[in-house]
T-cell receptor
């Protein structure tokens, strides 16, 4: 059974700092990995999606990497801003017969202080 | 495109009442699914569908029914609500054969069962 772990559970940083969020998964047979952002009381917004054959994806100040063989992904946020404060969720989509399902981590709650 | 829409946004039920959570998407996605999000548990898959007329159970299906009569709609039914079903419910959809396989989420339904 796929398990996804996100470390740290919570992170507080001053504005302008670069930061890394970590995600690990137990089964490397994945189709892709997706990073989401969730604001309090809101739905999930997709940030980046990395296919299993890719090593990284970039969007603006965000960069996500994937090391499938070791079961790890990182989300790098450059020059953090108070508006980046949210919960960040990592989710993996299984391959083969499980390619419909996302397995989620419990998230990292990020607070960026002005 | 409206993307994935869910109604209602909020609902309060009494134990034993029934209701249907609505989900619709206008992206012609084959895959649709329902997740529930609980504090400390992350998002867990309830039911999913790989196309019209085809549904299957996820991790936590007990107490919920689904049907998929059209590609666009995937309602979730609670036949006899219980306090343990107090949660936030998210509907998601994705293309089956897309090389990206990105999943899109609705804004959620916040359900309280008294």
């Amino acid at each position: 059974k796929q398990e996804v772990t996100q470390i740290p559970a919570a992170l507080s940083v001053p504005e302008g700092e670069n930061l890394v969020l970590n995600c690990s998964f137990t089964d490397s047979a994945i189709y892709n990995l997706q990073w989401f952002r969730q604001d309090p009381g809101k739905g999930l917004t997709s940030l980046l999606l990395i296919q299993s054959s890719q090593r990284e994806q970039t969007s603006g100040r965000l960069n996500a990497s994937l090391d499938k063989s070791s079961g790890r992904s990182t989300l790098y946020i450059a020059a953090s801003q108070p508006g980046d404060s949210a919960t960040y969720l990592c989710a993996v989509k299984g391959s083969g017969g499980s390619n419909y399902k996302l397995t989620f981590g419990k998230g990292t709650l990020l607070t960026v202080n002005p | 495109n409206a993307g994935v829409t869910q109604t209602p946004k909020f609902q309060v039920l009494k134990t034993g009442q029934s209701m249907t959570l609505q989900c619709a998407q206008d992206m012609n996605h084959e895959y649709m699914s329902w997740y529930r999000q609980d504090p400390g548990m992350g998002l867990r898959l309830i039911h999913y569908s790989v196309g019209a007329g085809i549904t299957d159970q996820g991790e936590v299906p007990n107490g919920y029914n689904v049907s998929r009569s059209t590609t666009e709609d995937f309602p979730l039914r609670l036949l006899s609500a219980a306090p343990s079903q107090t949660s936030v419910y998210f509907c998601a959809s994705s293309l089956r054969t897309s090389s990206r396989g990105e999943q899109f989420f609705g804004p959620g339904t916040r359900l309280t069962v008294l």
